[in-house]
């Protein structure tokens, strides 16, 4: 290892063990320190600052794709005759990881920052900062782990201190009820990734990345078990990244100070999912890509349509997010990899600086929520909103911002993906998500910073937000601009982002992978100067058919995508704004679909009345089978056992003890009747003797 | 017709003096009698003896133990007959039936 | 011999300190209470240190189970000898001792829940002579289970702990006790009969040369029983394989599965838990369940490796019972004792499972299980405990919000809690991942189907934590103070080694595994007919 290299390993722990030295000093000294908000944020800056450092480094100057550090953690020793069992843990620096460590850095230490002011005041305000410090911890673990284990022991630390920054406010039940729905359903698609993680660990004895490329490389997994495992890991994202069907919770995580779903259920836990299928991209087969692309679209349609018909600020814009991640786990379905990565990074950067000022918001207008209360803002807080402005155009993917390039990357990739295989479902959903996300987010600027005040009182009291709150929404803003990303606004592709994030090549056996070099013959009879013939005697094309499709459809797509976008933002102002259309009516027009979508097309109905309902009717019967039929038994058996000695109890009394006294009585009986010879008259004793000697006499004649 | 006397006709004769006695003793009440029964007994004991002395194999021993039985015969008496009147004079009956006194 | 104090064994000392700490019990005055609770801390105190001096003279690497030269501490002497016995002939006992990879975890784990037992036994307020003698009583024959090499030597250490822990339910426990203390006395008391008949059996079957005169005759010695070639081949349990070898196993089994307790023999321990006193409840969990566990591997696994074999995969289907089954009646409880009482049942599950595997990582995890469910769970009782002592009830829907009023409390019962849902970097999630990693790779499905409980567990925790500690504060407990210093000298050495043993298991794991290796590699070879390993 050259000594930069250990030095960026160096510099890496550091910003991994930074927030845990902030979180121990937090919840051990919390009280007795002055100002422990201020030690907690300034440690993240440091963090985001060694991040960056580590980020430039790795990015612009060092050639090998890839820093690895490994360490033994267990070694149980060998049988005789079987390898070894040990387990090896580590970090690794990548490209990906670098980009990530400081978008967590980047956003955990916007977020502090914007805490100070939020959070003031609050009853557990030093305990927000500790459990802020170690989710910060838990996530740089995910990021920079190299191994399936210490990425699932930090994929659960994660969870958990979701779950207990959802339960901050624990007082109320909703609160307290919804850190609990996460940490559980996250937990259910934990179990998937865990089965997974054993498939991999079991085949291929190790946990290691690397090891498992190499060994799937080999051969040592492959088939349908290569494709479970891909799924299973995969179940792991779908819990935390809260694709459906496991995307109840993120919602209700809503309950959590907003400033905490802007970092945790908006930037960086719940991309996490994305982040893992990113890293495993390598082992994911062409069965397991399909299955991930179907969700992911499914995701981004379902909450698409839900986000529209929420009244909740905060509600929306967890649709939303729910939507986004959508489109990025679908980005890497279709074998979009660097798109979906993109987007992971810009939506970051948006969509925390959405919940900022939605938590601005929320702040100005003393904790309210509704939108239906709000109206009018724009002039009392005009840097939140020109920023939100600048947010909301960037998910809509209107060009000059950074969201335009990453959605971009990824509807063209789903629409390329769409003509090579014939899902064209998939390209369809991608494109219609682009209309209804212009839309939804247009309605909430309206609703909420347009037209007139609606609750005047409160309207009169907002203000804009102080200063520690509108930096990280400016910096935010900013980073939401294309420049950042590539000097080319309508093209990221030659941007240093795409060049430094490419696709992985794939380990996964040739049958088992997507060969798009095989695929449309429509493409051979295209491009007829670029084909060749194989040894086998199949025609195949000689370049990347993919890329082939990517940029013929690119213009295409890209108008296609923005027309949507603006035809989203014009319903939007149509119905909203300028009133062209009467929104209550509408809804009266479409009241089943209104209603339908209202209440989140009744998942949580459905699993409450399936899953959660069922598990509580198994416990409870349980519990009485254990109670009255297994105890029953044991006491059943103890009564039988006393039964029988009553049982026995009595024929000792009765039978065996009526034996004595009964030969007791009889030989009185006798006894009785034998003392009528005894008369006393000697005489009479003599008759006896001599008729005694007479019988003796008689009988002893026979011998 | 010369009747030949031999030990069977002394047994008879013994036999018949001891059931005499025996009922003798069995059936009076008064004690007197029972005491006459009893001294009937004894004798048919005693001619047993001397016939077998001098038919059997009992040699000299058979007069001898009558000897004794004659002397122990008139022992009892003596001792029986005091008992009687003692028992006469406390209770004033010879009937053993009522010399019951031990009984209650 | 090495390893000696006073001439008496490092092994004997530790075994039998308590019972020192007993008699001087019984000898103070009725009135001095505090003399009892500071001569059995003392007792207790010492116990650990000896335990402490063991850990660190004990050499990891050896192999131990079967091998004479892998036990350590060994104490070896001619106990009983009676040189003609009609019928039986010489009947010679050894009090043999020792402890390898697989007793040095249990070992520690019996010392220190012993000496937090008599931490949390403090406020017992009627008859101390008779609770602080009996639960000495009851440490020594805990410890003496765990050391014993002898099988008649370990049944004497099984059967002494059986009876203090009746009394300890029966006189100073809840208001149903007499029921929970009889019924407890008696199941363990079945299985007992079961293991002793076993004992009996491999007695007349076991024909070995003793040492000291050179004939051959019966012997007690475990390490003796695991030899096939030591069975006298006329006898009951000779050969592989053969009939009456799995009847025993099935024996055997049943009387160590009621001490796990594995289901269906698992009801007297919802009922013992409940009306137990505090610390008696955290001996119950944190030490008795493990001997049957221990026993499975100490005695069942190596004398009857043909067996296990056959019945591993029966074994794991109960270890997936036991989980999922667990959960779902954990999850019906409203009284927070019985809830961590069925916590157990399920967690136990994982030992059985990981066991059942019969691997590298299975057996590891299953042995690493027991000593962090050991810890865990007595933590849990004791947090059970601290809420009972000053609420004087355990009905989860009774309380609310007691995290703000008592903040130290929660902060170290969500550290337990979060061990138990198997959360990283608390020792539970080790153990329980290795040993669903080589239940995975014995059999799949069963591993598959027992991860429910993973979910499960998580479930009922976080709703009990819900129910407890978040929420409103009702007004009747507004008076409820924090934990005190007594309750923490009980419960911070067991967070602490929940939070080491989560960080780096490889301190526990080390010593164990060259031994728990020797054991799977011994069972396979001499349960599928290959010779024995030395």
């Known amino acids: 290892m050259s000594p930069i290299d250990s030095t960026l390993i160096h510099l890496a722990f550091a910003v991994l063990l930074l927030p845990l030295a902030g979180f121990t000093l937090l919840i051990f000294f919390g009280k007795r320190i002055p100002r422990q908000d201020l030690i907690e944020t300034g440690i993240l800056f440091v963090a985001l600052a060694i991040s960056i450092y580590i980020m430039v480094q790795k990015v612009f100057f060092i050639a090998e794709p890839r820093i690895d550090f490994t360490f033994r953690w267990l070694d149980l020793g060998a049988l005789i005759g079987h390898p070894g069992f040990t387990i090896d843990l580590g970090i690794a620096i990548d490209n990906i990881t670098a980009i990530m460590l400081v978008v967590v850095t980047l956003i955990s230490s916007l977020v502090h920052l914007f805490s100070l002011a939020y959070m003031e005041g609050d009853v557990r305000y030093s305990r927000y900062y500790a459990y802020l410090g170690f989710f910060s911890f838990s996530m740089l673990g995910i990021v920079l782990s190299n191994n399936f284990l210490m990425m699932y022991a930090f994929w659960e630390l994660v969870g958990i201190s979701s779950y207990l920054l959802i339960g901050h406010w624990y007082e109320k039940k909703s609160a307290s009820d919804a850190g609990k729905k996460a940490f559980i359903v996250n937990r259910i698609g934990d179990v998937g990734f865990f089965i997974g993680i054993m498939i991999v660990f079991t085949q291929l004895h190790t946990f290691l990345f690397s090891g498992v490329f190499a060994g799937i490389a080999e051969g040592h997994l492959s088939g349908p078990l290569l494709t479970a495992a891909g799924i299973l890991i995969f179940c792991g ?251 080319n606004p309508l093209n990221p592709e030659k941007g240093w982002f795409l060049e430094s994030v490419t696709k992985p090549e794939s380990v996964v056996p040739g049958y088992q992978k997507y060969s798009w070099d095989f695929l449309q013959v429509k493409l051979v009879e295209k491009h007829p100067g670029e084909t060749g013939v194989t040894n086998s005697g199949e025609t195949f094309v000689t370049t990347n058919a993919y890329q082939m499709e990517l940029e013929r459809i690119h213009y295409t797509g890209l108008f296609l995508s923005l027309a949507l976008a603006l035809l989203g933002i014009f319903t939007a102002f149509l119905i909203y704004d300028w009133k062209k259309i009467d929104a209550e009516k509408l809804k009266q027009r479409v009241k089943p679909i209104h209603t339908f979508l209202y209440n989140k097309w009744y998942f949580d109905e459905l699993y409450g009345a399936t899953a959660v309902a069922g598990t509580l009717l198994l416990s409870k019967s349980f519990a009485w089978f254990d109670a009255h039929v297994i105890d029953g038994i044991v006491n059943g058996a103890a009564t039988l056992i006393r039964l029988w000695s009553r049982l026995s109890g009595s024929f000792d009394h009765y039978v065996v003890d009526g034996l004595v006294n009964f030969s007791a009585w009889f030989t009185g009986l006798l006894g009785r009747g034998l003392r009528k010879v005894q008369t006393g008259r000697v005489q009479t004793y003599i008759v006896f003797a001599l008729l005694g000697v007479i019988v003796i006499f008689y009988v002893f004649k026979q011998f | 017709m010369a009747v030949h006397i031999g030990l069977t006709q002394f047994l008879v004769v013994s036999a018949i003096l001891f059931s005499l006695g025996l009922y003798g003793v069995i059936t009076r009440k008064n004690a007197i009698m029972v005491l006459m029964g009893i001294e009937l007994i004894l004798n048919a004991a005693n001619i047993n003896f001397v016939a077998f002395t001098r038919y059997g194999a009992m040699n000299i021993s058979g007069q001898v133990v009558a000897v004794f039985v004659i002397i122990l015969a008139a022992a009892e008496a003596a001792v029986l007959l005091a008992i009687v009147l003692n028992i006469f004079q406390q209770l004033n009956t010879v009937n053993v039936d009522e010399v019951d006194n031990l009984k209650n | ?197 076993v004992m009996l059996a491999l007695y007349f079957s076991v024909v070995v040369k003793d040492p000291a005169t050179g004939q051959m005759m019966h012997s007690f010695d475990m390490l003796a029983m695991m030899n096939p070639q030591n069975f006298d081949p006329n006898s009951l349990l000779a050969g592989i394989g053969t009939y009456w070898r799995y009847v025993a196993f099935i024996a055997l089994f049943i009387g160590f599965a009621i001490k796990v307790p594995i289901f269906p023999f698992h009801t007297w321990l919802p009922d013992a838990h409940v009306e137990a006193p505090t610390a008696i409840s955290v001996i119950l969990a944190g030490v008795l369940l493990k001997m049957g566990t221990y026993g499975f591997l100490r005695v069942s696994f190596p004398i009857f490796p043909d067996a296990i074999l056959k019945f591993a995969y029966p074994l794991a289907i109960l270890g997936f019972i036991n989980i999922v089954y667990g959960a779902l009646c954990a999850m019906a409880q409203t009284d927070f004792k019985k809830l961590i009482a069925y916590s157990s049942i399920s967690h136990m599950g994982v030992v059985l499972l990981g066991i059942a595997a019969l691997n590298t990582q299975g057996v590891a995890g299953g042995v690493l299980q027991m000593f962090n469910h050991g810890v865990v769970t007595a933590m849990l009782f004791l947090i059970v405990g601290v809420i009972y002592d000053r609420a004087h009830t355990r009905g989860l829907n009774d309380f609310g919000g007691l995290a703000n009023q008592m903040p130290v409390y929660t902060g170290i019962m969500t550290i337990a809690f979060f061990a138990a849902i198997g959360l990283p970097g608390l020792s539970e999630f080790i153990s329980e991942l290795l040993s669903y990693l080589g239940a995975f790779q014995a059999f799949r499905w069963v591993a598959i189907f027992s991860s429910i409980g993973i979910v499960l567990t998580a479930g009922y925790m976080l709703w009990t934590l819900q129910r407890v500690f978040l929420g409103q504060l009702p007004d009747k407990w507004k008076e409820l103070s924090d934990v005190n210093g007594r309750e923490l000298v009980a419960l911070v050495p067991l967070m602490v080694v929940v939070i080491i043993l989560g960080v780096y298991p490889s301190i526990m794991l080390h010593p164990m595994s060259s031994t728990l290796n020797h054991l799977v590699d011994f069972v396979h070879k001499v349960g599928t007919g290959m010779t024995a390993v030395k």
């Open chain 1, 237 to 487: 994202a779908v819990g935390k990244s809260a694709q459906f069907p496991l995307h109840v919770w993120l919602p209700d995580a809503m309950e959590g100070p907003t400033p905490v779903s802007a970092l945790i259920h908006a930037a960086t836990m719940v991309a996490a999912g994305v982040y893992l299928i990113a890293r495993v991209f390598p082992m994911l087969t062409a069965d397991a890509l399909t299955v991930i692309a179907y969700i992911g679209a499914i995701t981004a349609f379902i909450s698409a349509t839900i986000a529209i018909a929420q009244n909740d600020i905060k509600k929306v814009l967890a649709y939303s997010t729910v939507s986004q991640l959508g489109y990025m786990v679908m980005a890497l379905g279709v074998d979009a990899y660097s798109a979906g990565f993109f987007h992971l990074v810009t939506h970051a950067a948006f969509k925390a600086g959405l919940f900022l000022g939605s938590g601005s918001v929320i702040y100005a207008m003393h904790h309210e929520q509704d939108m239906r209360q709000m109206g009018g803002l724009r002039k009392k807080m005009p840097i939140t909103y020109w920023t939100f402005v600048v947010f909301s155009l960037s998910i809509s993917g209107i060009p000059l911002t950074s969201g335009f390039l990453s959605k971009d990357s990824i509807l063209g990739g789903s629409l390329a993906y769409g003509m090579l295989t014939g899902n064209y479902l998939i390209p369809i959903i991608g494109y219609s998500v682009v209309f209804l996300t212009a839309m939804y987010m247009f309605r909430l600027i309206i609703m909420t910073f347009h037209g007139e005040p609606r609750d005047v009182h409160k309207y009169e009291h907002a203000k804009e937000s102080p200063k520690v709150m509108t930096i990280p929404l400016i910096v935010l803003a900013s980073l939401s601009i294309f420049v950042f990303y590539s000097f």
């Open chain 3, 1 to 197: 011999m090495q390893y000696q104090f006073l001439g008496i064994g490092y092994l004997t000392w530790i075994t039998f300190l308590p019972v020192l700490g007993m008699a001087v019990v019984l000898l103070i005055p009725k009135a001095s209470t505090n003399a009892m609770k500071w001569t059995a801390l003392i007792a207790t105190v010492l116990q650990l240190v000896v335990a402490a001096v063991i850990w660190i003279n004990f050499k990891p690497g050896l192999t131990g189970i079967n091998d004479p030269n892998g036990f350590q501490f060994v104490e070896k002497y001619r106990w009983i000898d009676l040189p003609g016995v009609a019928w039986f002939g010489h009947v010679a006992v050894d009090y043999f001792l020792g402890i390898d990879g697989l007793s040095i975890p249990m070992v520690i784990l019996t010392a220190l829940i012993s000496f937090v037992g008599v931490v949390a036994s403090w406020n017992i307020n009627k008859a101390h002579k008779g609770y602080f003698a009996l639960y000495l009583l009851l440490d020594t024959g805990m410890m003496g289970v765990f050391v014993a090499l002898d099988m008649f030597l370990f049944y004497v250490f099984w059967e002494l702990m059986l009876l203090p822990m009746y009394f300890l339910i029966g006189i100073w426990g809840g208001p149903r006790r007499e029921y929970a203390a009889i019924k407890f006395f008696l199941y363990t008391l079945f299985g007992s009969v079961l293991i002793l008949l």
